[in-house]
């Protein structure tokens, strides 16, 4: 509903909170009518409570962020902010009577700039589309979440997203070089640079990557780029095990070679996949791993690699012949969590990173904790970097099998910890895992973390209940 004063609900306190935010906002951008605004309550995280906002605000501009966020300074309301509402930690799920602030709106590509290399970009910004924008110009932003057709610039930004090409381009915080942020009290930060180096002062601009919107609200952003790298091959060895196929990434990255791409689907995983778009994955094989070369000479890197494979057991490695067969098999690997998601109707995602070296033990513990809660489990990762998927099925209609999904879920996270990793490699904490960020970084870094949190946001507005 376009709300106007006269519509608002006369609730003492909504009342007042709509007729003030709309003395600084047109009408179309302030929605209170819960039916709609309860569409706007959460994330795509299971086991994640949501409450109802009491009104959702679409700003254009950053004069108009900044006119909710004094409002709020003002009236102590919370404010949660959102972007595609993609992610899966819970992060960007509304608090009772909060300001849901949705970015989306703000989806201006306002500069490309090919010598300087950087783009200018606002918050709802889609990541394919700044892709593809910048891919005009001969220029390169390589992060690429899995839902990078819907996801965007400033939900990659707060949650540190990582994708498919991290093993060797790095992720969202490496390209991030500077931020227009709008503070707590309305007041508006600049950090960062638009140079090549700078290192004046402490470096705020990564302190805001990551932080889930409980530091500020991401209006602008100056992201570094590169040149637009040749076409990338891509080459598929099965093996006969999860360890087989977890020794060939030891061996190639051991090797020194750098592949653009390098990641594993479990067999449980290439099943579905083929489930849901028949595409002829090979279901004989127990884990197929996917590695792509944007060099040069691709083929010549990919016969190196595919040598290792076959040094560590596979059964089979299969180069594509061209451009058109590596995007059907990059498109299985994308279309991977969708998969496992029609196999029960619901999934929990999980996203662990351990190190390189201890990714087999991570795939056979997985394997363990699946068989132990009677539970579809499928693992995809992104093995180059360790960061793995567990993705754990289950039907959210069932009470014993979703108590089950949460259980293993949890020893997922133990394992991960337990083997040198980390909860989290690129989804971030939000609601689903503060119990365990607590663990991972002590009662001292947590202390600390509480501490910068005062700073920005001594009221407790910005997105209160996440992280810790």
């Known amino acids: 509903m376009i709300m106007s004063r006269i519509e608002a609900p006369r609730d003492e306190v909504t009342g007042n909170l709509l007729d003030r935010l709309l003395s600084g906002l047109p009408a179309e951008a302030v929605l209170s009518d819960p039916d709609v605004t309860a569409a706007y309550a959460n994330d795509m995280a299971s086991f994640c409570p949501a409450g109802a906002p ?36 819970g992060a960007a799920n509304a608090s009772d009577g909060c300001i849901v602030l949705s970015l989306i709106k ?20 889609i990541n394919a589309a700044l892709s593809r924008a910048v891919g005009e110009h001969g220029l390169y932003y390589p992060p690429d979440p899995s839902s990078w057709e819907m996801c965007t610039i400033g939900g990659n930004i707060g949650t540190a997203s990582g994708g498919l090409c991290c093993v060797k381009y790095g992720v969202t915080a490496e390209y991030v070089l500077g931020l ?34 409980s530091l500020g609200i991401v209006v602008r952003a100056v992201l570094g780029l590169r ?58 094989t127990e884990a197929l791993l996917l590695a792509a070369f944007d060099t040069p ?76 809660y009677q539970l579809t489990i499928g693992v995809v990762a992104h093995a180059g970097d360790g960061n793995t998927h567990p993705t754990v099925c289950f039907d959210a209609q069932d009470p014993d099998e979703s108590r089950r999904a949460r259980e293993s879920f949890d020893e997922i996270m133990a394992l991960g910890l337990e083997l040198g990793g980390t909860i989290t490699g690129e989804h971030g904490v939000g609601v689903l895992k503060k119990e365990w960020l607590a663990r991972e970084i002590g009662p001292v870094g947590v202390e600390m973390q509480r501490a910068v949190k005062s700073v920005f946001d001594p009221l407790g507005i ?3 209940g996440k992280l810790f």
């Open 297 to 372: 000479d691709p083929s010549a890197d990919l016969a190196a690699l595919g040598a290792l494979c076959e040094a560590a057991g596979a059964t089979q490695v299969v180069p594509a012949d061209d451009l058109a067969e590596s995007e059907l098999l990059l498109q299985a690997r994308r279309l991977s969590l969708t998969a496992l998601e029609a196999v029960k109707g619901t999934t929990m995602i999980d996203d662990v990173c351990v190190p390189r070296s201890r990714l087999g033990d991570m795939l056979e513990g997985t394997e363990r904790i699946a068989e132990k």
């Open 227 to 284: 040149p637009q790298p040749p076409q990338q091959l891509v080459l598929a060895a099965e093996f006969a095990s999860g360890a087989a196929a977890c020794d060939a990434v030891c061996r190639i990255m051991a090797g020194g070679h750098v592949p653009s791409l390098l990641e594993l689907m479990d067999r449980t995983t290439v099943k579905a996949v083929n489930d849901l778009a028949h595409m002829g994955l090979p279901e004989s």
């Open 180 to 213: 227009d942020v709008v503070l707590a009290d309305g007041r508006l930060m600049t950090t960062g640079r638009r140079t090549a180096k700078g290192v004046a002062g402490y470096d705020m601009t990564r302190l805001f990557v990551g932080s889930e919107g």
């Open 106 to 125: 703000m989806d201006r590509i306002l500069e490309i700039n090919p010598v300087d290399r950087i783009a200018v970009v606002e918050p709802g910004v």
């Open 462 to 464: 910005l997105n209160p």
């Open 54 to 89: 009491a009104v959702v605000v679409l700003p254009r501009t950053v004069e108009e962020v900044q006119h909710v966020m004094r409002i709020a300074t003002e009236l102590r309301v919370p404010v949660v902010p959102q972007g595609a509402r993609t992610g899966l930690s």
